[in-house]
T-cell receptor, first 114, second 112 residues
């Protein structure tokens, strides 16, 4: 398994501002992902964080809104830019070693935009 | 496009009952399927991973089965306890990218 931490655990932000969420893993992992869980909803993949190259975004998510960095195999950041109330969600980082193995999730960052 | 459905959306049972949670997916060409548990306001805890070549996996009181051809998986919980109360999520992996597609979850309440 992997131990994953996220910072901050929660935040309340004003409309139009940006927030950067950090994800730290206790060991090197090949795969890192960012998911969003809107209130009362299930999880939706935002993007795959690729080490040393640009993230791969899912349909409906763009780099200008959700820039992602992954400087090494244990750390990634997700920025939620120019926030609106619709961005209020839980943002979760997840990791996996290969597609055949379990995927593990961090505790999440609960974001409220006012 | 892969879609994952979980039935029922909510379930309330008395302590001690055995129960089954259902998950169905539209595209049978999956890599594997993973069951998670989510407690209110928390992240996800992995329960079981079942590969496409497997029929079932067991961990303690939990047993997950997979029928890939019919696009179905079940999570069986034996002798339920109040501590089992949580939302249970099913997620499928359709390729080797690691991307998970989630169902909407089943919220379970086990009453003492």
């Amino acid at each position: 398994s992997a131990v994953i931490s996220q910072k901050p655990s929660r935040d309340i932000c004003q409309r139009g501002t940006s927030l950067t969420i950090q994800c730290q893993v206790d060991s090197q992992v090949t795969m890192m992902f960012w998911y969003r869980q809107q209130p009362g909803q299930s999880l939706t993949l935002i993007a795959t964080a690729n080490q040393g190259s640009e993230a791969t975004y899912e349909s409906g998510f763009v780099i200008d809104k959700f820039p992602i960095s992954r400087p090494n195999l244990t750390f990634s950041t997700l920025t939620v830019s120019n926030m609106s109330p619709e961005d209020s969600s839980i943002y979760l980082c997840s990791v996996g070693r290969t597609a055949e193995t379990e995927q593990y999730f961090g505790p999440g960052t609960r974001l409220t935009v006012t | 496009k892969q879609e994952v459905t979980q039935i029922p959306a909510a379930l309330s049972v008395p302590e001690g009952e055995n129960l089954v949670l259902n998950c169905s997916f539209t595209d049978s060409a999956i890599y594997n399927l993973q069951w998670f548990r989510q407690d209110p306001g928390k992240g996800l805890t992995s329960l079981l991973l079942i590969q496409s070549s497997q029929r079932e996996q067991t961990s303690g009181r939990l047993n997950a089965s997979l029928d890939k051809s019919s696009g179905r998986s079940t999570l069986y919980i034996a002798a339920s306890q109040p501590g089992d109360s949580a939302t249970y999520l099913c997620a499928v992996r359709s390729g080797n990218t690691g991307k998970l597609i989630f169902g909407q979850g089943t919220t379970l309440q086990v009453k003492p």
